[in-house]
Protein backbone atom coordinates (compact mmCIF):
# COMPACT_ATOMS: atom_id res chain seq x y z
CA UNK A 1 0.00 0.00 0.00
CA UNK A 2 1.36 3.31 -0.83
CA UNK A 3 1.77 5.64 1.94
CA UNK A 4 2.09 9.46 0.77
CA UNK A 5 4.50 12.47 2.74
CA UNK A 6 4.21 15.88 1.49
CA UNK A 7 6.01 18.86 1.97
CA UNK A 8 7.37 22.16 0.24
CA UNK A 9 4.34 24.19 1.33
CA UNK A 10 5.38 27.88 3.40
CA UNK A 11 4.25 31.27 3.02
CA UNK A 12 4.64 32.60 -0.51
CA UNK A 13 3.39 36.50 -1.69
CA UNK A 14 1.13 36.40 -4.26
CA UNK A 15 1.81 35.67 -7.84
CA UNK A 16 5.04 33.25 -6.18
CA UNK A 17 5.22 30.00 -6.81
CA UNK A 18 5.87 26.65 -4.88
CA UNK A 19 6.80 23.44 -5.37
CA UNK A 20 5.40 20.93 -3.18
CA UNK A 21 6.75 17.15 -3.19
CA UNK A 22 5.05 13.78 -1.84
CA UNK A 23 7.30 11.17 -1.32
CA UNK A 24 5.27 7.80 -1.12
CA UNK A 25 6.24 4.20 0.11
CA UNK A 26 5.00 0.93 -1.02
CA UNK A 27 6.23 -1.54 -4.26
CA UNK A 28 3.97 -0.24 -6.22
CA UNK A 29 3.94 3.12 -6.78
CA UNK A 30 3.86 3.05 -10.53
CA UNK A 31 0.51 1.17 -10.98
CA UNK A 32 -1.67 4.08 -9.11
CA UNK A 33 -2.68 7.31 -10.14
CA UNK A 34 -1.48 10.13 -7.81
CA UNK A 35 -3.90 13.17 -6.71
CA UNK A 36 -3.27 16.52 -5.13
CA UNK A 37 -6.26 18.11 -3.34
CA UNK A 38 -6.59 20.78 -1.08
CA UNK A 39 -8.89 22.13 1.87
CA UNK A 40 -8.96 25.45 3.65
CA UNK A 41 -10.80 26.03 6.56
CA UNK A 42 -14.82 25.76 6.22
CA UNK A 43 -14.28 24.28 3.01
CA UNK A 44 -14.58 20.80 1.35
CA UNK A 45 -11.36 19.02 0.42
CA UNK A 46 -10.76 20.14 -3.24
CA UNK A 47 -9.46 18.33 -6.62
CA UNK A 48 -6.26 20.04 -7.37
CA UNK A 49 -4.49 17.40 -9.90
CA UNK A 50 -3.92 13.87 -10.55
CA UNK A 51 -1.48 11.82 -12.74
CA UNK A 52 -1.73 8.77 -14.35
CA UNK A 53 0.86 5.58 -12.78
CA UNK A 54 2.69 5.91 -16.02
CA UNK A 55 2.54 9.92 -16.16
CA UNK A 56 1.23 10.11 -19.54
CA UNK A 57 -1.99 11.83 -18.84
CA UNK A 58 -3.20 14.43 -16.03
CA UNK A 59 -5.92 15.92 -15.10
CA UNK A 60 -6.71 19.60 -13.18
CA UNK A 61 -9.40 21.41 -11.28
CA UNK A 62 -10.84 24.30 -13.60
CA UNK A 63 -9.43 26.68 -10.50
CA UNK A 64 -5.66 25.67 -11.10
CA UNK A 65 -5.66 25.02 -15.06
CA UNK A 66 -3.02 26.71 -16.57
CA UNK A 67 -0.77 27.92 -13.19
CA UNK A 68 -0.14 24.39 -11.76
CA UNK A 69 1.65 21.43 -13.04
CA UNK A 70 1.40 17.64 -11.96
CA UNK A 71 4.11 15.31 -12.57
CA UNK A 72 5.76 12.30 -10.98
CA UNK A 73 9.10 9.87 -11.08
CA UNK A 74 8.76 7.12 -10.55
CA UNK A 75 12.60 5.93 -9.79
CA UNK A 76 12.06 8.01 -6.52
CA UNK A 77 8.52 7.14 -5.44
CA UNK A 78 7.48 10.87 -5.42
CA UNK A 79 4.60 13.18 -7.52
CA UNK A 80 5.51 16.91 -7.55
CA UNK A 81 2.74 20.13 -8.01
CA UNK A 82 4.51 23.28 -9.27
CA UNK A 83 2.59 25.54 -8.77
CA UNK A 84 2.58 29.60 -10.08
CA UNK A 85 0.92 32.28 -10.71
CA UNK A 86 -0.42 31.41 -6.47
CA UNK A 87 -3.33 33.58 -5.11
CA UNK A 88 -4.51 34.13 -1.62
CA UNK A 89 -7.57 31.90 -2.62
CA UNK A 90 -4.72 29.27 -3.22
CA UNK A 91 -4.30 29.21 0.30
CA UNK A 92 -4.91 26.00 1.95
CA UNK A 93 -3.35 22.37 3.48
CA UNK A 94 -2.63 20.13 0.40
CA UNK A 95 -2.76 16.52 0.58
CA UNK A 96 -1.82 14.17 -1.99
CA UNK A 97 -3.07 10.69 -1.91
CA UNK A 98 -2.72 7.44 -4.20
CA UNK A 99 -5.47 6.36 -6.32
CA UNK A 100 -7.87 3.43 -4.78
CA UNK A 101 -7.85 1.23 -7.93
CA UNK A 102 -4.53 0.57 -9.78
CA UNK A 103 -4.53 2.10 -13.51
CA UNK A 104 -7.86 4.47 -12.99
CA UNK A 105 -7.20 8.47 -12.82
CA UNK A 106 -10.37 9.71 -11.02
CA UNK A 107 -10.67 13.46 -10.32
CA UNK A 108 -13.26 12.65 -6.73
CA UNK A 109 -12.04 12.24 -3.36
CA UNK A 110 -13.69 8.91 -3.25
CA UNK A 111 -11.45 7.98 -6.05
CA UNK A 112 -8.12 8.43 -4.13
CA UNK A 113 -7.45 6.81 -0.02
CA UNK A 114 -4.42 6.85 2.08
CA UNK A 115 -4.24 10.28 2.72
CA UNK A 116 -0.78 12.26 3.90
CA UNK A 117 -0.48 14.64 6.87
CA UNK A 118 -0.49 17.53 4.68
CA UNK A 119 1.40 20.98 4.10
CA UNK A 120 0.40 24.09 4.83
CA UNK A 121 0.20 26.87 2.16
CA UNK A 122 -0.32 30.32 2.31
CA UNK A 123 -0.54 33.00 -0.31
CA UNK A 124 -0.52 36.67 1.22
CA UNK A 125 -2.32 39.39 -0.86
Known amino acids: QVQPVESGGGLVQAGGSLRLSCAAS????????MGWFRQAPGKEREFVAG????????AYGDSVKGRFTISRDNAENTVYLQMNSLKPEDTAVYYCAPGRVPYVLGSGRNDYGSWGQGTQVTVSS
Open 51 to 58: ISGSGRNT
Open 26 to 33: GRTFSSYA
